[in-house]
């Protein structure tokens, strides 16, 4: 009898301190109005429009990101499994992408789902985030995602830098 195949897993984490403190980066993931300064930002020409966004646990989220220099469009959705201010986030994570039928095609057929933690540690005045991302099914997507996320996380720290010298 044959055994079946197993697939590949692949994790990701990223970790970033932020000169701001916990409560305040909590607030970027968790408060629509800042989340949409900085989520799919890390491409300079994506439109990013938040259909849905519910940060709670058992809330959904939906995002379109349009990348005109591509001419394609990506959605993004999921669901908030656990949320503990200021402490962690936890979500599900998925993409796929409009043919031009309109009928959508997973973008990571070998990562068709992940989950995504998010944790948020006090850091004296600054707070380190560290976000472990799994479980990918090829090292493709798991390169990918660590490009988006760490490119993310760049904007959010000027996003946070902004902010911090505005109050």
Request: with cysteine; net charge positive; aromatic share 10%.
């Amino acid at each position: 009898m044959a055994t079946p195949q197993q697939t590949p897993a692949y994790t990701l984490q990223v970790r970033r301190i932020f000169a701001a403190p916990r409560e305040k980066v909590f607030a970027a993931f968790a408060q629509r109005e800042q989340l949409e300064q900085w989520i799919c930002k890390d491409v300079s020409s994506h439109i990013v429009i938040h259909h849905q966004q519910d940060i709670r646990s058992g809330g959904r989220y939906r995002i379109e990101v349009r990348d005109p220099a591509k001419g394609e469009t990506y959605m993004g959705r999921g669901v908030y499994r656990e949320v503990k201010p200021p402490e962690k986030i936890v979500f599900t994570w998925s993409w796929t992408k409009e043919t031009p039928h309109g009928a959508p095609v997973e973008l990571h057929p070998a990562s068709p789902e992940t989950l995504v933690t998010v944790e948020f540690f006090a850091r004296g005045n600054s707070t380190e985030v560290v976000l472990t991302h799994a479980t990918f099914g090829a090292t493709k997507d798991r390169d990918e995602h660590n490009q988006g996320w760490n490119g993310c996380f760049d904007i959010l720290a000027r996003v946070l830098q902004t902010t911090s010298k505005s109050v």
